[in-house]
């Protein structure tokens, strides 16, 4: 069955770094694009960054631009999330999942930005 397991997540500074893999299975990994979402606590689930099939185009939600990072590895069937300059308000549970959705969301992993 699909599978997404989330994990990189923890407990950062503002202004630190964290990077989130996703690591795949159940589907065809390598034709399919994958994005990162974020829910925070007591909002919506939202898009943050997707990645085509071969990598070779990427696309951000404004509210990350400029900091954070997507990429993939199809050997591996997993994508990395590289999030930099990190801010109190990326505080949440991050998922990733294929783009178009195949399968259910994964159990996430949370990652809190505080000093």
């Known amino acids: 069955q699909v599978q997404y397991v989330e994990s990189g997540g923890g407990l950062v500074q503002p202004g630190g770094s964290l990077r989130l893999s996703c690591a795949a299975s159940?589907?065809?990994?390598?034709?399919?694009?994958m994005s990162w979402y974020r829910q925070a606590p007591g909002k919506e689930r939202e898009w943050v960054a997707r990645?085509?099939?071969?990598?070779?185009?990427?696309s951000y939600a404004d509210s990350v631009k400029g900091r954070f990072t997507i990429s993939r590895d199809n050997a591996k069937n997993t994508v990395y999330l590289q999030m930099n300059s990190l801010k109190p308000e990326d505080t949440a549970v991050y998922y990733c999942?294929?783009?178009?959705?195949?399968?259910?969301w994964g159990q996430g992993t949370q990652v809190t930005v505080s000093s």
């Open positions: 159940g589907f065809a990994f390598s034709v399919n694009g």
């Open positions: 999942r294929s783009s178009p959705a195949i399968g259910s």
């Open positions: 990645i085509t099939s071969s990598g070779g185009s990427t």
